[in-house]
């Protein structure tokens, strides 16, 4: 089977105000380079024949530490949620049919050769969309994967939102997608802010695969670290201590 054309979509819009500071998060410095450089190398890297940039907080200044990539960028001018950053990018896949990787702007060690692994799971099981999840002792306020008898993602649940029972399940959703482009469009034109955080949740697009009768999967990373998300200045300083260890 000829592989799709693949594309990427990354969401960096946020503030990060857990990070302490008035930069934007994805414009931290690690080694040298802004966090969102590392993500969009990483799309390069793969192949990416088009990648988009969700901005937000600080977009100018965000535009202009990217100035160097092939990157587009567009505006979500409203934080409302991980779905409506997607849905701001509509136009830009207009036409576009293939798969999408949706990448963060703030988890700077991810590796080609997963980011491989997890497009080649999507393909090999026709799935219309690819979650890739890790396995935590302490998942903490990440959103846990609910899956079925027979191994199925059934959806993914915000922590706030979880029953007991569901927030005791260590799997655990990482931000990173492999998403048919048709469907990831569809889809999250369909999404709706009930919930805790009255925001629209990318993860809803599990669930709405499902009802639809189309074919989920989960990727499971093998190293937690590699899929961390940058969310304090701690996490930024450990990231800095493991790309110093491998001499990047």
């Known amino acids: ?98 798969n999408i990787l949706i990448l963060c702007g703030d988890v700077p060690l991810l590796r080609a050769e997963t980011l491989n692994r997890l497009i080649d799971c999507h393909s090999s099981v026709q799935a219309v969309v690819t979650v890739m999840t890790v396995v935590l002792k302490d998942p903490g306020n990440y959103g846990r994967i609910v899956k079925g008898a027979e191994g199925e993602i059934r959806k993914i649940v915000e ?41 629209y949740y990318l993860t809803d697009i599990m669930e709405i695969a499902r009802q639809d009768g189309l074919k989920t999967m989960a990727f499971v990373a093998s190293d937690p670290l590699e899929v961390m998300g940058i969310n304090t200045p701690a996490e930024l300083e450990l990231a800095a201590q493991i790309k110093m260890s491998f001499g990047t």
């Open 1 to 98: 089977m000829p592989s799709k054309p693949l594309s990427a979509l990354v969401l960096a819009a946020g503030k990060g105000t857990r990070m302490q500071s008035d930069l934007a998060k994805v414009l931290h410095p690690l080694c040298g380079k802004p966090l969102l450089a590392y993500c969009l190398e990483v799309a390069e890297a793969v192949g990416a024949e088009r990648i988009a940039v969700v901005i937000g907080y600080q977009a100018e200044a965000v535009r202009q530490a990217c100035a160097g990539s092939t990157a587009v960028f567009v505006e979500q001018r409203e934080q409302l949620g991980t779905g409506h950053a997607v849905l701001q990018a509509k136009e830009i896949f207009q036409g576009y049919e293939g």
């Open 159 to 199: 922590a706030k939102d979880a029953s007991a029972e569901e927030r005791a399940i260590g799997e655990i959703n990482t931000g990173i997608y492999c998403v048919d482009s048709r469907f990831l469009f569809h889809a999250v034109s369909r999404i709706t802010n009930h919930n805790a955080q009255n925001e």
